[in-house]
């Protein structure tokens, strides 16, 4: 199956600093998708990217699809204390739409 | 609007029950699927359902079945719980399947 693996598992950050989590595959990826879960909560959709190398942005949330669709990051700038949580990314396969979900990267703040 | 919605929030049951967990998708969502989410790991997929007709399992016993009805509200059934089923299932449905995920708050499951 498509499996995605997710770098670091955990992320502690100071507030105002920067950081960047990984997504990486060992086949290509029709789509990747980005989604933040808070702790005690579900996970909330963020981004869908979809074209090779595409990048988009979200306030102090860069995505980027890696140019041989195998590989996707998330970089937030200036971490605040809104930005705890879990973030996972989640491989879209093409022939049946079964979408699968990484371990996450755990995200914890000092203020 | 109402978002997805799953029951009960919150369930306790006894090694070798069975229990039926509720979802009733976003309206005019007709994709609702399944995920166990142990604490500490990602979803891992459980049952995808599509205008009601399986569209994939994942790599769950048979114990674990699942149905989606004609107004595309769907039930999972797990048979003959072991204490490793505590987890929270989560439902989430798609208005289309290449499309974002909206999920439930979830149902947690306690089996003691």
């Known amino acids: 199956g498509q499996q995605v693996m997710q770098i670091p598992q955990y992320q502690h950050v100071q507030e105002g600093e920067d950081f960047t989590t990984y997504c990486n595959s060992s086949t290509t990826l029709s789509n990747i998708q980005w989604y933040k879960q808070r702790p005690g909560g579900h996970p909330v959709f963020l981004i869908q990217l979809v074209k090779s190398g595409e990048v988009k942005k979200q306030k102090r949330l860069t995505f980027q699809f890696g140019e041989a669709k195998k590989n996707s990051s998330l970089h937030i700038t200036a971490t605040q204390t809104t930005d705890v949580g879990t973030y996972f990314c989640?491989?879209?396969?093409?022939?049946?739409?079964?979408?699968?979900f990484g371990a996450g990267t755990t995200v914890t703040v000092r203020a | 609007d109402a978002g997805v919605t799953q029951s009960p929030t919150h369930l306790i049951k006894t090694r070798g029950q069975q229990v039926t967990l509720r979802c009733s998708p976003i309206s005019g969502h007709k994709s609702v699927s399944w995920y166990q989410q142990v604490l500490g790991q990602g979803p891992q997929f459980i049952f995808q359902?599509?205008?009601?007709?399986?569209?994939g399992r994942g790599n769950f016993p048979d114990r674990f079945s699942a149905r989606q009805f004609p107004n595309y509200s769907s039930e999972l059934n797990v048979n003959a719980l072991l204490l490793g089923d505590s987890a929270l299932y989560l439902c989430?449905?798609?208005?289309?399947?290449?499309?974002?995920?909206?999920f439930g708050q979830g149902t947690r499951l306690t089996v003691v």
């Open positions: 989640a491989a879209l396969r093409s022939n049946d739409y079964k979408l699968s």
């Open positions: 989430a449905s798609r208005g289309d399947l290449n499309t974002e995920a909206f």
């Open positions: 359902y599509y205008e009601k007709e399986e569209r």
